[in-house]
């Protein structure tokens, strides 16, 4: 048993520790690290160089160092070991989570290749993907398997005790996804229904999504299997711009702290099955954005559970919601999942671009009726969706004021605005949702600046805008028209807050 120590980091007595390597040059990366039981060990005379030896089967250096639960020691000879490649530590404990003193350390090379032992008469190869496989075999290629010790993703990232007494350390492990990709024809062919994606540990056996199988997968689905590092990327690629989807991410956890599972369908209005499940779906999208998503309690949509319906505002700028564990039952099969109202989820679209540049709908408000001229109001909302209207220039009704609308489908508002506004200086309010600190916009509304009273469609009163010293700028409302100063209501707005992004009161 090596006494070493777990908990807050404390200094413990040197022991032993060997790196195997795969030529004389000892170099890195190594193919495993061993911390041995020798408590009298030969320390090299420069760490950072060792001293490469061989026994004519394998090229090993050793050295004297101080490990520390968690996965380093204190020389750094196990980092420097694999450089920037991935790799595994896997700890024993005498009693993990109740008494945590380290027996063993063992640290591998995360691939899936066939690796020699230090003697050369047996290996070891890992398996990665859901679950992380080490198998040992007693002989030389990995042909007879002697022993075996898997871990569940799960325990990984929360460095959570594994059966037999293990922890299993991950480092310089780049994020991955496992992709299914679901049809609901034997061909697997055109746009998958779903797309679901769930982290694994590796991605160096999946192949490329074109050159997966078709293989069926129950629930009269079939699917096709494949590995990713980018999920959103992934998503876009198969399902395209300009063709709106839904992102459901589920976590087992409340907050959607850390995502479990991700499904992407589009709105199709058609009835789904689930894989792996008893459960069915139906996502529709009307025309206002506003999603529609219905759960079953069976496989042909007839026995439904309850819809949730989300605004274009709420899928564009997400909030998580805590979630019956009940309809997430594929996760709950990955993962364990604590209690029945302890899942969370969070719903927002794809295929669009909900960026500073995201499709808006622009609404052009003219007093002239050829539309011609600088417009008296620009009126801008994000849209999932937007197509230009026709004819292109229509009157407003409006009671008594004459004013006619174009419209447009654009996205920078200050550009536009730049560029419909040839001759006139101009003001741009962003407006946002009450109590979200300017984090949920509402609407962009341009206002030409030019010291003219005009009606604003958008407002409902009659505003007249001022530039005035320096930056600052004073906008007059009037409740009645023509605009008359008995009824003005006046408010200036230092030049603290104009072209600065700072928020007003």
């Known amino acids: 048993m090596l006494p070493l120590c777990s908990g807050p980091p404390a200094a413990v007595e040197s022991h032993t520790i060997v790196a195997l390597y795969e030529d004389s040059s000892c170099s890195a990366p190594a193919v495993s690290v061993a911390l041995t039981s020798e408590m009298v060990c030969i320390p090299q005379t420069d760490h950072y160089d060792p001293v490469c030896t061989s026994d004519g089967e394998s090229y090993t250096a050793s050295d004297c160092t101080k490990y520390y639960s968690g996965g380093w020691d204190n020389l750094g000879i196990i980092s420097n070991a694999f450089g920037s490649l991935p790799y595994l530590v896997v700890e024993k404990f005498v009693w993990c989570g109740l ?35 080490i198998t040992t075999y007693a002989d030389a290629n990995c042909m007879n398997a002697a022993s075996e010790v898997t871990a569940d993703r ?131 999208m009307d025309t206002d954005d506003t999603l529609f998503l219905t759960m079953f309690t069976d496989l042909d949509c007839t026995g439904k559970d309850g819809t949730t319906t989300l605004s274009r505002d709420e899928l564009m700028l997400p909030t998580c919601s805590m979630e019956e564990c009940f309809f997430l039952d594929y996760l709950c099969s990955l993962e364990n999942c604590d209690w029945w109202w302890g899942c969370s989820r969070k719903l927002s679209i794809g295929g669009i671009n909900i960026g500073a540049n995201a499709i808006k709908s622009a609404v052009m408000v003219f007093n002239e009726s050829s539309c011609a001229n600088d417009p008296v109001q620009i009126i801008a909302k994000n849209q999932l969706t937007c197509s230009p209207q026709t004819p292109t220039c229509t009157e407003l009704s ?108």
């Open 99 to 133: 008494v945590d003193t380290v027996m063993d350390v063992m640290v591998y090379r995360l691939d899936e290749n066939c690796y020699l032992n230090a003697a050369g008469n047996a290996s070891h190869k890992l398996t990665l993907g859901r679950k992380l496989t």
């Open 398 to 505: 409006i009671g008594s004021n004459g004013m006619y609308q174009d419209r447009a489908c654009i996205g920078d508002v200050a550009a536009f605005a730049e560029s419909r506004f040839t001759s006139s200086p101009y003001l741009i309010i962003e407006k946002y949702k009450d109590g979200t600190y300017c984090g949920k916009e509402k609407e962009t509304v341009v206002y030409k600046a030019d010291g003219t009273c005009y009606y604003s469609y958008i407002d409902g009163v009659s505003v007249r805008i001022l530039p005035s010293f320096g930056n600052s700028v004073t906008i007059i409302k009037y409740q009645t028209t023509p605009c008359s100063d008995s009824d003005a209501e006046i408010v200036a707005i230092g030049s603290t807050y104009v072209n600065t992004r700072k928020n007003t009161p």
């Open 154 to 284: 799960s325990t990984i990232p929360s460095k959570g005790c594994s059966a037999g007494d293990m922890k299993f350390l991950l480092f310089n492990a780049i994020p991955v996804f496992s992709v299914l990709a679901v049809y609901e024809d034997s061909t697997c062919s055109g746009t998958p229904s779903q797309l679901i994606f769930a982290p694994a540990i590796g991605c160096h056996d999946s192949p490329a999504i074109a050159n997966a199988p078709c293989k069926n997968i129950g629930n009269s689905l079939f699917a096709l299997s494949s590995c990713t590092q980018d999920y959103s990327a992934f998503g876009a690629s198969v399902f395209g711009t300009g063709n709106p989807y839904v992102i459901e991410e589920a976590s087992s956890q409340s907050g959607c702290g850390k995502i479990g599972l991700v499904t992407m369908y589009p709105p199709d209005d058609t009835c789904h099955n689930k894989p792996h499940s008893v459960y069915s779906f139906r996502a529709t």
